[in-house]
C-alpha cells in the first residue's frame, strides 16, 4: 500500500493539474482521482522518472538517511488523508476482478465439452480440481 500511495503522491505533485482529487462533499462521498491523459507524457513520466531516479542514486550510493527520509516525505500519510480520503476510499472499493480458466473435456464420441466458473474463489478451486492430468 506504501508504494501505491506514494505514486499518487508523485502524480499529485506532479503539477499542472496532471492529477488532482476532485469532490464537492464535505464528508467526501464523491471523491474522484482525476488524472489527465493528455498529460502522461509530459509530466506524469518526468515525475516518476525523476522519482524513481532519486531512489535509484540515494539506493546506489548507500545514502539510507536521504532515501528514508525522501521515501518517508512521499509515503507520510497526514491526517487528511487517514480520516477522510481513506475511509471513503475503503467504502467506495470494488471486489478484485477474479480471472478463472475454462476447462475442455474430451467426450466420449470425440466432441468436446467447456465448462464455464463462477468468477469466485470457489470456483477457481473448482476449475483446478477438475482438471485432467496426463
Given at each position: 500500500m506504501q508504494?501505491?500511495?506514494?505514486?499518487?503522491?508523485?502524480?499529485?505533485?506532479?503539477?499542472?493539474?496532471?492529477c488532482k482529487l476532485e469532490y464537492s462533499k464535505d464528508d467526501l462521498s464523491d471523491l474522484?482521482?482525476?488524472?489527465?491523459?493528455?498529460?502522461?507524457?509530459?509530466?506524469?513520466?518526468?515525475?516518476v522518472d525523476a522519482f524513481l531516479q532519486k531512489l535509484h542514486v540515494y539506493k546506489a550510493t548507500a545514502d539510507l538517511e536521504a532515501a528514508k527520509a525522501f521515501y518517508e516525505d512521499y509515503t507520510h500519510v497526514d491526517e487528511w488523508f487517514a480520516g477522510k480520503v481513506r475511509p471513503e476510499v475503503v467504502r467506495q472499493?470494488?471486489?478484485?476482478?477474479?480471472?478463472?480458466?475454462?476447462?475442455?473435456?474430451?467426450?466420449?464420441g470425440g466432441s468436446v465439452e467447456l465448462?464455464?466458473?463462477?468468477?469466485?474463489?470457489?470456483?477457481?478451486?473448482?476449475?483446478f480440481v477438475e482438471r485432467e492430468y496426463i
Open positions: 508504494a501505491r500511495y506514494a505514486l499518487m503522491q508523485v502524480f499529485l505533485r506532479a503539477g499542472h493539474d496532471f474522484k482521482i482525476h488524472l489527465d491523459r493528455s498529460k502522461i507524457q509530459t509530466h506524469g513520466k518526468p515525475a472499493a470494488k471486489p478484485r476482478k477474479v480471472f478463472v480458466q475454462a476447462n475442455t473435456f474430451l467426450q466420449a465448462r464455464e466458473y463462477e468468477p469466485t474463489a470457489e470456483g477457481m478451486i473448482r476449475s
